[in-house]
């Protein structure tokens, strides 16, 4: 059985009014970073946009829809599912699946939803050719070449017999041969250049016995940002395409703006006295009166509960800390600064609110990790506005 999965709830901005949460997308802003991107690419290069883990959090389905509109040839996912997901809804530009497929039945599912599946193992291209076989058709193809990821792939050693193997075989129509970048977004561009070279010395063994490369790709969001030498056939861009730069070095190379706020609303406000815990565990006591307000989104909706007693929100266009420990379901803030505060009020926990801005990248500095994880973790119980 092939399964899809199910859409994120989706709102119009006055139903959002009846919201505890939810996640806020512009499409038009993630349009322009559509055309950012494609700005920076040569006439020849085409745009693959990565929508994989529900278009980062974003809804795959809207992100996929913005983004053809604006300029992207291609979308990547990285299961079969995610895949049928968008033909579903009516996607017709190709799709590559990154990951691994190995089962009849899956191969049988990309198959009857056209979609272009990796080839990673000479074992993986027999099973695909042998089932295709039994179908009685043909499949496009991509080949993942590893040259340092040390992922998925067959090594870039044994590329050339890697590629003549599945070009020998029936009913495999070689798409595209590919690699990916393991520190792109490193400002020490040299295990990169290492990949490089690799990933060149595999198409120069192609071309010496006299087999004419496929569409050729490498680079992902921070190598299409780094440099054109690395953009080939196709760019594979994900974070980049929802506004965020892979390191803070890449800023200046083009626009971006941030399409994804997080928006809650304020569900009681109360005064406690001196000394008066707050949440589980007693990680915060006060010293003196406090006035405080509960907002109700919690680490079930993706805030991370190593945020405790670390972020602060936006209310009013103030920052204003939270205190106290991540629950499930909703957070503390000490919002003594703004005594007038009622129930109802919208807490911005990532986005803008007036002249001030919390990023994805502030949540995952203070929490040791990366603004992809970030915005992957917003879970589908958080409804998505869209705005246009």
Request: negative net charge; contains cysteine; hydrophobic residues 40%.
């Amino acid at each position: 059985m092939v399964l899809s999965y199910p859409s994120p709830q989706r709102l119009t901005v006055t139903q959002a009014e009846y919201q505890r949460a939810w996640v806020e997308i512009n499409l038009t802003t993630l349009a322009d970073n559509v055309r950012q991107i494609k700005r920076l690419l040569k006439p020849q290069t085409q745009l693959m946009a990565v929508i994989k883990a529900d278009g980062y959090g974003h809804g795959a389905v809207m992100t996929a829809k913005t983004a053809l509109q604006a300029g992207a040839d291609w979308f990547a996912v990285a299961t079969s599912q995610e895949g049928i997901t968008l033909r579903e809804a009516g996607i017709q530009a190709p799709i590559l699946v990154l990951g691994a497929i190995n089962s009849l039945e899956e191969i049988k599912a990309v198959v009857q939803y056209n979609l272009q599946p990796t080839l990673c193992s000479p074992q993986q291209a027999l099973i695909f050719s042998d089932t295709l076989q039994q179908l009685g058709c043909d499949l496009p193809v991509h080949l993942n070449i590893d040259t340092g990821m040390s992922r998925l792939g067959t090594a870039w050693t044994e590329a050339l017999e890697f590629v003549q193997f599945v070009r020998q075989l029936p009913h495999l129509e070689l798409v595209s041969c590919y690699s990916h970048f393991a520190t792109a977004d490193d400002p020490d561009p040299s295990f990169m250049e290492l990949q490089h070279q690799r990933f060149k010395e595999a198409i120069a063994q192609w071309q010496q016995h006299h087999l004419e490369p496929p569409m050729l790709h490498i680079a992902n969001s921070a190598a299409t940002l780094t440099d054109s030498c690395y953009h080939y056939d196709l760019v594979r861009v994900g974070l980049a395409l929802y506004g965020l730069y892979p390191e803070s070095h890449l800023r200046h190379k083009i626009p971006l703006k941030p399409a994804l706020q997080i928006k809650a609303r304020i569900t009681q406000v109360k005064t406690i006295p001196p000394q008066s815990s707050v949440s589980y565990g007693r990680r915060f006591v006060c010293d003196r009166p406090l006035r405080i307000a509960v907002v109700g989104i919690g680490y079930a909706d993706g805030v991370p509960r190593a945020l405790t007693n670390q972020m602060e929100v936006l209310l009013r266009g103030q920052r204003v800390p939270q205190i106290g420990t991540v629950t499930m379901d909703q957070l503390m803030l000490d919002v003594t600064t703004i005594p007038d505060l009622q129930p109802g009020e919208i807490a911005t926990l990532i986005g803008r609110d007036g002249q001030d801005v919390i990023p994805a990248e502030e949540w995952a500095d203070k929490t040791n990790t990366i603004s992809w994880e970030i915005l992957c973790g917003f879970k589908q119980r958080l409804p998505r506005v869209y705005l246009d």
